[in-house]
């Protein structure tokens, strides 16, 4: 069943414990491996290390990137999140065939470039601030008003 709810803005973020192996004076070399649907930016302890590089508006679904940065432990990592919408309604593409409820959605995940080791992912333990959720009435996917 395809979930009824459009994430259109979400801020995620995970502060993750320095392991053990890790020296926290040390700057290391990461790489961040992102899909969104449809756009984001990074952050890596409170600093913007990367963005998507195809804009918002493109219909193109769970296009990838991979940013490289260097930071030292511990990580806190952040993610603004965005999904595509044409106005406060809540949906892509009003009017054409493929009118729909924006769906949404990121996968994230940070290697040590040194080891290749998977050091951070999205998951559950993720915290989430959803500023916007919209529609509430899933019966505007078929609507021909403009909302």
């Not at 259109?8 to 491996?33: C, D, G, R």
């Not at 508006?57 to 769970?62: A, D, L, P």
Request: hydrophobic share 45%; with cysteine; net charge positive.
């Amino acid at each position: 069943m395809k979930r009824l709810v459009a994430l259109v803005i979400s801020i995620l973020v995970l502060a993750l414990p320095t392991p053990a192996h890790a020296i926290t004076s040390k700057t290391i070399a990461f790489q961040a491996e992102v899909w969104a649907d449809n756009w984001f930016e990074l952050y890596i302890n409170g600093k913007k290390v990367g963005e998507d590089l195809v804009p918002i508006t493109t219909e193109k679904s769970f296009n990838s990137e991979k940013i490289k940065f260097s930071a030292t432990y511990p990580l806190t990592i952040a993610v603004v999140a965005k999904d595509f919408t044409e106005n406060a309604s809540g949906l892509e593409y009003i009017g054409k065939p493929n009118q729909q409820i924006g769906d949404a959605g990121i996968i994230l995940q940070v290697r040590e470039v040194a080891t290749n080791r998977v050091i951070a992912q999205t998951s559950r333990d993720w915290r989430v601030l959803t500023i916007n959720t919209a529609p509430l009435n899933p019966e505007c996917v078929t609507s021909k008003k403009s909302y």
